[in-house]
């Protein structure tokens, strides 16, 4: 399996069956640390983990196959499940508060604004990362004994 945090850049996965949303959130990331990655439905985003590693998946509302309900439910069985976090076009606190009952990590209003992006890319990151950065040295030292 590939590990897509590696390096200098960490890879996120957008999943937006919209060119529209992957050009924007591509042009946002394009002179960052992060190296976008982009699917257009739940089928290729599970097909996509089967291989790679991602800490954040920034997924539409709505897909062609699905929600972002059926992707959260989709990547929770990942042995790293990534930190998801919804677009949408309206602000909608119920949305909101259904994303974070439901284990997802927020909610990004479009269009998309750059400060907002890499605010909450970062946080999500950080969230993910840290209990892996704690389990990386205790399971080492487990194999050794």
């Given at each position: 399996?590939?590990?897509?945090?590696?390096?200098?850049?960490?890879s996120?996965?957008?999943?937006?069956p919209?060119?529209e949303?992957?050009?924007?959130?591509r042009n946002?990331?394009q002179?960052?640390?992060?190296?976008?990655?982009?699917?257009?439905?739940?089928?290729e985003?599970?097909?996509?983990?089967?291989d790679?590693i991602?800490?954040v998946?920034v997924?539409?509302?709505?897909?062609?196959d699905?929600s972002?309900e059926?992707?959260l439910?989709a990547?929770a069985a990942?042995?790293?499940?990534?930190?998801v976090?919804?677009?949408?076009?309206?602000?909608?606190?119920?949305?909101?508060s259904?994303?974070?009952?439901r284990?997802?990590y927020?909610?990004?209003?479009?269009p998309?604004v750059?400060?907002?992006?890499?605010?909450?890319?970062?946080?999500?990151w950080?969230?993910?990362?840290?209990p892996h950065?704690v389990a990386?040295?205790l399971a080492?030292?487990?194999?050794a004994?």
């Open positions: 399996m590939a590990d897509k945090t590696s390096g200098n850049r960490i996120i996965l957008a999943v937006s919209s060119e949303d992957r050009r924007s959130l946002i990331l002179h960052s640390n992060w190296n976008l990655n982009t699917t257009g439905t739940i089928a985003t599970v097909r996509f983990l089967e790679n991602v800490p998946i997924c539409a509302r709505d897909l062609p699905g972002w059926d992707l439910e990547v990942s042995p790293l499940p990534p930190q976090v919804v677009t949408s076009d309206c602000a909608d606190s119920s949305l909101w259904s994303v974070l009952n284990g997802g927020d909610v990004l209003l479009k998309l750059p400060e907002e992006v890499f605010g909450l890319l970062s946080l999500a950080r969230t993910w990362h840290a950065r990386a040295p080492a030292a487990m194999a004994m």
